[in-house]
């Protein structure tokens, strides 16, 4: 073969070659190209599950911030301005404040000195020692001045003492038949057989129960002044104390329910039987605030069948709670009778819990927060006018124009799609309540939140931190009881211990049961003079003067 023809075949083979690897390339191009598409997709997906997941991380990153400030912040039964657990640092709040100074401030009046001419005096006359009382110079006796230099001061003494009892005897000087000698009857005992008299049972029940302070701790302290008590001897008094209040629990809770203004919170309370259905020991104590009475439930359940069961089923009014979902399946409520107004102070928690966890988001945080203050400022000076006054009706506008402002910026707010989560979820919340949100403006009555039944059950609370709530049904019985007398008594500016001491003597007068007439001890029944005997503790115990 020639060479030019040997040429021309290997060229033609590095031909056919090349244009079959072109054609397998082609081949290989085109299957990319139809996968371009999908791989798009796919890289899309990816970026769509990293935004899920980016923003399930910063979700999951508030929370941990936010429970770390719960778990560890400085936190108090009671409320501080500087608690970090529902507090957002605004510089300009912090500015006004760094202006004001802790304490007395200037160009105020100081606080008046208290006055406790009620208790008892004892008088004590301190003279010069006999060889001090001449001149120093001279020598010279001093004579005694008509007037004396009078302080005071206050000093306590606790004493446990014995109460003997000598019954006298006497016999008969005439004739007739019977028994020769008489003895005088015994005074009545709240308890029979017990050595423990009312005043101490008073003191053991009031320790516990108003002072919040655990069995054993008071046995201590009885033990410093002499008085050493067996636990068992409590227990089982108070045991037997425990019926004898239940009347008057029973009408303080018919009086409760006649209110048109009710507070309600709940909270838990330990109690250490087993209970068939229940899983655990947490019960609920529930609380139910009226206009002059206060009513704690203990419940095992959570649920609304314990509001509802309070309430008649005909109850009207308006009940101020948090937005606890059980209230609002209340069939008082469901059926518009009992109207729910909520809590500010929990609608304000939302924004603060954004503000906390999501540090992007704190400046949108604290323009509503600052909203929220502005609604507090005008309803206080709202309700420093006479309703029926021009003052009055002018900041009652302003404060309508600032709720419908409110009201405005949380609509335009949530119409942006560009609003992130935590947001939206505290505005849909807010537009939600936006009714008992503002039950407030038809009556200036409502308050923006309910501090006040929060606050009633801080002294529980602290019961239930110190000796863990109750061992039996019947002392959570007891405890419900002594913290609705104690809470009501409060709000007729009545002595726990003076009351007490007249109610339990009665029934000890009555051989240990209920009086037959409890409507005479119910504080809304007391003449002003018995209000006024039961404001004060007595110098002495024992029963108060009779009206």
Not at 78 to 97: F, G, I, M, V, Y
Request: hydrophobic content about 35%; charged content about 30%; glycine content about 6%.
């Amino acid at each position: 073969m020639e060479p030019d023809a040997c040429r021309d075949a290997e060229l033609g083979a590095i031909v056919a070659q090349l244009r079959e690897e072109i054609s397998q390339l082609r081949r290989e191009v085109s299957g990319l190209r139809s996968e371009v598409g999908y791989w798009k997709s796919r890289h899309a997906d990816a970026l769509k599950r990293n935004e899920k997941l980016e923003r399930e991380l910063n979700q999951a990153r508030a929370e941990i911030k936010n429970l770390k400030a719960d778990l560890f912040g400085r936190k108090s039964e009671k409320q501080t301005s500087r608690d970090r657990s529902n507090h957002l640092e605004d510089p300009q709040e912090e500015d006004a404040k760094k202006k004001k100074k802790r304490g007395q401030q200037p160009n105020r009046p100081g606080p008046k000195r208290r006055d406790y001419s009620q208790l008892p005096v004892r008088e004590e006359t301190i003279e010069f020692p006999a060889e001090q009382c001449v001149c120093s110079r001279c020598g010279k006796p001093l004579a005694e001045h008509s007037r004396t230099e009078d302080s005071e001061q206050l000093e306590i003494e606790v004493e446990v003492f014995r109460r003997r009892l000598r019954r006298k005897r006497y016999q008969k000087t005439c004739d007739c038949p019977g028994r020769r000698t008489v003895t005088a009857a015994k005074p009545p005992k709240l308890i029979p057989k017990s050595r423990l008299g009312t005043s101490l049972w008073v003191h053991l029940l009031l320790e516990k129960f108003h002072g919040q302070r655990p069995i054993q701790r008071t046995i201590e302290q009885l033990g410093l002044h002499g008085l050493k008590l067996a636990p068992g001897t409590i227990i089982g008094g108070l045991k037997r104390i425990e019926p004898l209040l239940e009347p008057i629990h029973e009408a303080i809770r018919r009086r409760n329910v006649q209110s048109t203004y009710h507070q309600a919170d709940e909270t838990r309370w330990l109690v250490f039987v087993e209970k068939e259905g229940k899983n655990g020991h947490r019960w609920w104590l529930w609380v139910f605030a009226g206009k002059d009475t206060v009513v704690y439930v203990l419940d095992p359940s959570r649920s609304h069948a314990v509001p509802e069961a309070h309430f008649p089923v005909a109850a009207g009014g308006v009940l101020m709670v948090d937005r606890y979902s059980a209230y609002k399946a209340m069939q008082q409520v469901k059926v518009g009778k009992l109207l729910l107004a909520f809590c500010w102070a929990h609608v304000r928690r939302d924004f603060v819990r954004v503000g906390k966890g999501y540090r992007e988001l704190k400046e949108w945080a604290l323009a509503w927060l600052r909203r929220i203050r502005e609604l507090y400022r005008l309803n206080r000076l709202r309700m420093k006018h006479e309703p029926d006054c021009e003052a009055f009706a002018q900041a009652e506008n302003a404060l309508r124009d600032h709720v419908e402002s409110m009201r405005l910026a949380r609509d335009e707010e949530l119409a942006d799609t560009s609003l992130r989560a935590p947001c939206r979820g505290a505005l849909k919340s807010l537009r939600e309540h936006w009714g008992g949100l503002t039950l407030f403006l038809e009556d200036p009555r409502i308050p923006l939140d309910n501090n006040y039944s929060e606050r009633l059950v801080r002294n529980p609370a602290l019961g239930r931190k110190n000796y863990y709530g109750s061992g039996a049904e019947w002392s959570g019985r007891l405890a419900t009881m002594m913290f609705s007398l104690t809470a009501t008594l409060k709000l007729w500016d009545l002595n726990p211990r003076e009351w007490l001491l007249w109610y339990l003597e009665s029934c000890a007068a009555a051989g240990g049961q209920p009086p037959t007439d409890i409507e005479q001890f119910l504080p809304w029944n007391l003449s002003l003079e018995r209000r006024a005997s039961l404001s004060h503790p007595s110098a002495a115990a024992g029963t108060p003067d009779s009206s």
